[in-house]
């Protein structure tokens, strides 16, 4: 059985986000339409502050978690942005599986399951039967990490700096097939 849910998975600055991009950029180039976040790391000297989560359809950025945050839940030395969560990755995902033809999802981690609408986002997502890229946190233990984990649709991947162009190509590949059949 194909499956049509990828989810990356291994430990920090393993290439999870720059295989998504590639296979984004791969899939966008054949014309098809793709949506859903992005995470990227905020870095000021060399020094990780936090992240900022990416809107891919629109552009928009947000902070996820940082440092310098005074609200919010807190994972690690960092605060999340329920509200940039809940305003800016929960919409993205939600207009993903409403009109785009690949979705993405970068990530599903303690940071992101902190907010309840990104959770219902990501479950959106999934039961629209549309194709999906992710990041799932290699650690996460979390009722809805767990149930991803054990569907049948879902195709958990380790990634390291060796295999990913490997894996890029492989999910590249089957998701345009994917893609064409319904096209």
Known sequence: MVKRIWLLTGEPGSGKTTAIMK??????????????????????????????????????????????QKMGPRVGKYRVNLKGLSDLAAKAL?????????????????MEMASPEFRKAVKE???????????????????LADEL?????????????????????KISEVVLNLLGEKG
Do not use: W
Not at 125 to 143: C, Q, T
């Open 23 to 68: 296979i984004v950029n791969t899939v966008r180039a054949k014309g098809y339409s793709i949506g859903g976040v992005v995470s990227l790391e905020k870095r000021v000297k060399g020094i990780r502050m936090g992240f900022d989560i990416v809107d891919l359809l629109s552009g928009n950025r947000v902070i996820l978690a940082s440092v310098e």
């Open 125 to 143: 997502a999934v039961s629209s039967g549309k194709p999906i890229i992710g990041v799932i946190h290699k650690h996460l233990r979390d009722p």
């Open 149 to 169: 984990r054990a569907s049948e649709d879902v195709e958990v991947v380790e990634i390291d700096l060796y295999n990913s162009d490997e894996i890029v190509s």
């Open 94 to 110: 939600i207009e993903a599986a409403q009109r785009c033809d690949l979705i993405v999802c970068d990530e599903i981690g303690p």
